[in-house]
């Protein structure tokens, strides 16, 4: 934890440097590429000592497919060799070296590089493997169409931005960033005229780094003060389970579980910031004329806190993650793409049962979540007041189910995991059956319903 922290924190200063001195203006694309590439590996090395050569096995292997492999195939045997090596760690990280020790936990950047060499792969079979035509309009626009030099792939995998704590990111945004691009496309899409401006603006991240740094320092007090203070082993003891009642065990559940969040959100959040103090991740301008600077953001905390809905919470949570099991799982699966998307997942963060316990409830929870929307939620929609209502009992039942749904990831062995369910009844897993079995995932009249309100609809919306 201290080598990460003391990574991350050298990461960030040199950052700065990096736009300042650095600049597409100063150094050439050649120049930026090595920098970013030889300080990753260094905080690689330095993090994890001679456990690091499994990062870099893991990128000259896939370097290898990418040059040598047939274009149709590329995606598959990236993603199997990726996938699979990633998984081989795994299993000798828990059961050959010991889950626990630092020095051996390499885990993370191994995860964060799987992610970029599949997407990379991906990207590159839509660019030079099929038609324009059969793409999405993201895949068009993020497709690849020439395999990248040597120094090009390196940098994008090992670049000192994000070789420690990701996140992931599209190989295109990444190679406009390095060539000076990645700013300038993005304020082309903004009529800058029409605004009163004679040139482009040159936005600074300084602000969005301050204010990320800020969140990082109030995570970083919450983890010290809160986290240790809740554990989740708490919600299983036997003397706890014995005198307290089962709404003020769901009350505690929901109280330790925001405990436990403070470590991501100080993870994630430092992490953006290292991207924008390079200046990287500038996404463009919202409607207030405000320059965004959350391209790589992993998260949004008021989302995730208001959040409404199952899908909602995920979709806010380790956001480039749940992008990245998109692309390369949910657009291309050829069928059940919620259950293969959850299984990947699982699969991707390790082996230990808690996560398939995790995500399992995951997709029960989900089908059971949109069967209820799908079936009940234009029936809240005639009034204010009604919406308010809907949207405060969603957000209680969302954020227990949430809580319900990962408390194995937390506990990862079986014993603890059936022990809180037990002491819970299953009432989750019970409730979402009941769901599935009685209502239709796609209501045939929902259409129908949803055309005959649509102006009333408007009218909620707009007060």
């Known amino acids: ?226 986290t240790k203070n809740f554990p989740m082993a708490y919600i299983i003891d036997d003397e706890f389970l014995d005198k307290t009642p089962f709404l003020s065990r769901l009350g505690y559940l929901y109280v330790v579980t925001q405990a436990a969040k403070p470590k991501y959100y100080f993870a994630w959040t430092l992490a ?9 991740g500038f996404s463009g301008v919202d409607e207030k004329g405000t320059f965004r600077w959350d391209l790589l953001s992993n998260l949004n905390i008021w989302n995730i806190e208001t959040a409404t809905s199952f899908k909602m919470y995920i979709e806010n949570w380790n956001i480039q993650t749940a992008a990245w099991l998109k692309r390369v799982c949910y657009d291309r699966a050829p069928w059940y793409p919620t259950a293969l998307t959850f299984i990947l997942s699982a699969l991707w963060h390790g082996i230990y049962p808690g996560y398939y316990f995790t995500f399992l409830t995951g997709i029960l929870i989900t089908l059971a979540a949109r069967a209820i929307r799908n079936n009940c939620r234009h029936y809240f929609l005639w009034s204010v007041p009604l919406k308010i209502a809907y949207d405060i009992i969603t957000w209680a039942v969302t954020q227990l189910a949430v809580c319900y749904t990962v408390a194995p990831f937390v506990m990862l062995a079986v014993e603890p995991t059936i022990k809180f369910y037990k002491s819970v009844y299953f009432h989750m897993h019970i409730l979402s059956i009941l769901v599935l079995l009685l209502l239709p995932l796609r209501p045939q009249t929902h259409s129908v319903r949803r055309a005959q309100n649509q102006t009333t609809l408007n009218s909620i919306k707009s007060k």
């Not at 960030?12 to 590996?41: D, K, M, N, Q």
């Open 1 to 226: 934890q201290i080598n990460f922290v003391a990574c991350q924190l050298f990461a960030l200063l040199a950052a700065f440097w990096f736009r300042i001195y650095l600049s597409p203006s100063h150094a050439s694309s050649a120049v930026r590429h090595a920098f970013a590439t030889l300080f990753g590996i260094y905080f690689a090395v330095f993090c994890f000592g001679w456990y690091s050569i499994h990062l870099f096995v893991l990128v000259m292997m896939n370097y290898g497919i990418m040059n040598m492999a047939s274009i149709p195939n590329i995606h598959r045997y990236s993603f199997v060799v990726a996938m699979g090596y990633l998984t081989l760690c795994h299993i000798s990280r828990i059961y050959i070296f010991h889950y626990g020790i630092l020095t051996t936990d390499f885990s993370g950047p191994l995860m964060i590089i799987t992610q970029k060499i599949t997407t990379l792969a991906c990207q590159l079979h839509d660019g030079i493997g099929r038609q324009a035509e059969e793409l999405t309009a993201e895949q068009n626009r993020l497709a690849v169409k020439s395999r990248p030099s040597l120094l090009e792939y390196l940098s994008y995998l090992l670049n000192f931005m994000s070789i420690i704590a990701g996140p992931c990111s599209n190989y295109k945004d990444y190679i406009a960033f390095i060539e000076g691009r990645h700013v300038h496309m993005k304020l082309l899409e903004v009529n800058w005229k029409q605004k009163g401006y004679d040139r482009l603006p040159d936005p600074s991240p300084t602000g969005a780094v301050m204010y990320k740094l800020c969140i990082t320092l109030v995570s970083l007090i919450l983890f010290l003060t809160l």
């Open 272 to 280: 953006d910031a290292v991207n924008n103090a390079a200046g990287y």
